[in-house]
């Protein structure tokens, strides 16, 4: 039994383990599309080709990125099914706004207070990804998804009622009732008005840097001997066990650095607005990140990159139709499904592939190993 265990883990688990050459494809190809896209669009910008609406969404865009690839060291890696992300995220998005105004108090020095409060809302969010994390990742399947939803839908309801204000740069804090005495400068968060007078310091290029961070810790995760005992747990779970893999640590891991890059988008996506409300952070987020995930394909890095980018700009480009534009947002997602997912489909483009390709010059037979004429 233990032989038969033991040869089912090394024929799936270390087969879909990432190899050195696979690593660095996928890597090459997850940072060319950020840095060609970066500059893409900032030319389209400077050339006045984007309009400012979709200017508007730069960072956005980079947010959702940096979402959808950190919920895919869950839902790809894990093979975990998250619904509360858009929870991590608030709790960065808050808790980066509040450190910004303090250290914006005592200090005017925009990149040391955007990468103190971005640091400050990882360990946040991963500190809340450590304790929902702990009692629920025993269960598995809906179960986990349902458990997710609900505490995602717990952090939102406690930003509801969440004071927080500087009074002659002391933070003062208040649960449930407003903070008395301080004007409306003063105040930094006020319940489910949201966060308030935010000094907007995000920038595309500081979007563009997060996207390589989270790709660069993903990949790098996904390559590691902790990826390979992540991997090969979502494979065979009772396999994993049998070797001694210790399953809710490894998944505990995953969780809560996923929590944590959600967490510093998050403080980038809140100081990209004046104002921020809770009910941002709400179900439907959740399930537009995992949208993302899904789409892009489930544990593909770059395809998660180009999934929000494209899922993220139609709207945008749609605007057009008003009323019409979210009924053509969900027939375009419908008719992508089918045409990623269908089995026939891929069938055929791949014949089509392999018709067209042709042999490089010079180049040697596999099967008798003369050169090609």
């Known amino acids: 039994m233990a032989e038969r265990l ?13 190899k050195g050459s696979e690593y660095r494809r996928e890597a090459a190809i997850s940072y060319a599309i950020l840095i060609i896209g970066f500059i893409v669009l900032q ?53 980066g706004i509040l450190m910004s105004r303090i250290m914006g108090f005592h200090m005017s020095f925009e990149p040391a207070i955007i990468i103190t409060s971005m640091l400050f809302a990882a360990f946040m969010a991963a500190v809340a990804g450590f304790i929902i994390g702990i009692p629920i990742l025993g269960l598995r399947g809906d179960y986990l998804a349902i458990v997710t939803l609900a505490f995602g839908e717990i952090i939102r309801n406690i930003m509801n009622v969440l004071y927080f204000g500087l009074d002659d740069g002391k933070l003062r804090f208040a649960f449930n009732h407003t903070i008395d005495g301080l004007d409306n400068n003063e105040r930094i968060i006020t319940g489910a008005i949201g966060a308030t007078g935010t000094k907007t310091m995000a920038s595309f290029t500081w979007g563009l ?12 995760i996904k390559n590691s001997k902790q990826g390979r005992a992540i991997m090969s747990i979502r494979d065979n779970r009772i396999a994993a066990e049998s070797i001694g893999l210790d399953v809710r640590k490894y998944k505990l891991m995953a969780f809560v650095i996923s929590a944590a890059l959600a967490g510093m988008a998050g403080c980038l996506f809140g100081l990209n607005y004046s104002t921020l409300v809770p009910l941002k952070f709400n179900f439907n987020t959740s399930v537009l990140i995992l949208v993302f995930v899904v789409l892009g394909g489930v544990g593909n890095i770059w395809g998660g990159i180009i999934a929000a ?5 139609l709207p945008e480009t749609f605007r057009q139709f008003a009323d019409y534009r979210m009924l053509t947002y969900a027939v375009v ?35 008798t190993g003369k050169e090609a004429a």
């Open 309 to 313: 980018a494209v899922l993220t700009i």
């Open 43 to 95: 030319a389209g910008a400077a050339a006045g080709m984007i309009g400012h609406n979709l200017q508007g969404q730069f960072v956005p865009i980079c947010c959702y990125i940096s979402l959808a690839v950190s919920l895919n060291l869950v839902v790809g890696i894990s093979g975990e099914l998250s619904l509360g992300h858009a929870g991590f995220m608030a709790v960065g998005a808050f808790s």
């Open 209 to 220: 840097l997060l996207c390589l961070f989270t790709v660069f810790v993903v990949l790098n």
């Open 333 to 367: 997602l419908i008719l992508v499904m089918i045409f990623t997912y269908n089995p026939a489909i891929n069938a055929r483009v791949k014949s089509v592939v392999n018709k067209i390709k042709i042999k490089k010059p010079g180049g040697k037979d596999k099967k």
């Open 6 to 18: 033991l040869k089912n883990i090394s024929t799936r688990g270390l087969k879909n383990a990432v």
